[in-house]
Nanobody, 115 residues
Framework: QGPIVESGGGLVQPGGSLRLSCVVS????????VNWYRQAPGKQRELVAV??????NDPNSLKSRFTNSRDSARNAVYLQINNAKPEDAAVYYC??????????WGQGTQVTVAA
């Protein structure tokens, strides 16, 4: 496993909720700098939640449905997805903002939205 590992993905029904987890095991990285991203098939990876905020920093509709939080004691960050929509289906990644710029990514966790 790498220094930053995502988990918690799975199948969620439209309108349902899911919480993704991200554990940082390398002291080189601070959870305060870990963002959430996602990549849907055929699309570019996009930022969905900024670590420095407890809510998403996206001006679009994601903001009201995604909540970013962190647990310093567990060195973990979480992404709560509420009222899931089919367009939320993607591989979700968490990553240190600087590490992402070097193209270093983990395996991600797959979220599937289907009835």
């Amino acid at each position: 496993q790498g220094p930053i590992v995502e988990s918690g993905g799975g199948l969620v029904q439209p309108g349902g909720s899911l919480r993704l987890s991200c554990v940082v095991s390398d002291s080189l990285y601070n959870i305060a700098n870990v963002n959430w991203y996602r990549q849907a098939p055929g699309k570019q990876r996009e930022l969905v939640a900024v670590a420095t905020s407890d809510t998403t920093n996206d001006p679009n509709s994601l903001k009201s449905r995604f909540t970013n939080s962190r647990d310093s004691a567990r060195n973990a960050v979480y992404l709560q997805i509420n009222n899931a929509k089919p367009e939320d289906a993607a591989v979700y990644y968490c990553n240190d903002a600087v590490r992402s710029q070097f193209g270093l990514w983990g395996q991600g966790t797959q979220v599937t939205v289907a009835a």
